[in-house]
């Protein structure tokens, strides 16, 4: 079945770091790819997106490339800042399911 | 305005009590959705409703009910509550059924603690 496999945490950058959270997926079609993000004490709001195999999705500095060669959906931002502090979610929507990753918690201190 | 929105924000209750726990979007999806995430913030989908129809109901405790009165509204009803029931619920809610290129919106979940 469907499955999403994301790094597990916590992750602590100083600010200013470069952060990569790996994902990977496991899909009988052709899902879309998402990353979602839980800021303290709200729910998940989606980060950014992307639809089909080499897609870029793009939001506030972070970006995720869609790989179906390596059925990968990697999340980067070059430089981090306190206020991205949050865990991150990888998702993966397929027909009538979503399928969530465990989420990786991110620390950015000053 | 609040798209996605439950009640109540925290709920502590007694082992074997009975709870609800409302929500409402205003957003005009057609389909909603209930999540479990547990203390290491596993997020699990429990129930989803499609125009007051339930389309996915995964293997949860049959003391966990839903009840969609009409689309905009999703209630999930707790029977003889159980310690392991602590967790925080969200509520979610979608455009349409066809999840492929869905985005899903969320409430900003309720904190329930079994004592």
């Known amino acids: 079945g469907d499955s999403v496999t994301q790094m597990e945490g916590p992750v602590t950058l100083s600010e200013e770091a470069f952060l990569t959270i790996n994902c990977t997926y496991t899909?009988?079609?052709?899902?879309?790819l998402f990353w979602y993000v839980q800021y303290p004490g709200e729910g998940l709001q989606l980060l950014l997106k992307?639809?089909?195999?080499?897609d870029k999705g793009s939001n506030k500095g972070f970006e995720a490339t869609y790989r179906k060669e390596t059925t990968s959906f990697h999340l980067e931002k070059g430089s981090v800042q306190v206020s991205d502090s949050a865990v991150y979610f990888c998702?993966?929507?397929?027909?009538?399911?979503?399928?969530f990753g465990t989420g990786t918690s991110l620390t950015v201190i000053p | 305005d609040t798209a996605v929105s439950q009640t109540p924000k925290y709920l502590v209750t007694q082992m074997g009590n009975d709870k609800s726990i409302k929500c409402e979007q205003n957003?005009?999806?057609?389909?909603m959705y209930w999540y479990k995430q547990d203390s290491k913030k596993f997020l699990k989908i429990m129930f989803s409703?499609?125009?007051?129809?339930?389309?996915i109901n995964e293997t949860v405790p049959n003391r966990f009910s839903p009840k969609s009165p009409d689309k905009a509204h999703l209630n999930l009803h707790i029977n003889s509550l159980e310690l392991g029931d602590s967790a925080v619920y969200f509520c979610?809610?979608?455009?349409?059924?066809?999840?492929?290129?869905?985005?899903?919106?969320f409430g900003s979940g309720t904190q329930l603690s079994v004592l």
């Open positions: 979610a809610s979608s455009q349409g059924a066809g999840m492929t290129n869905e985005k899903l919106f």
């Open positions: 899909a009988t079609g052709y899902p879309s």
């Open positions: 992307a639809t089909k195999a080499d």
């Open positions: 998702a993966l929507s397929e027909e009538v399911q979503f399928y």
């Open positions: 957003l005009g999806h057609d389909t």
């Open positions: 409703y499609n125009n007051k129809e339930l389309i």
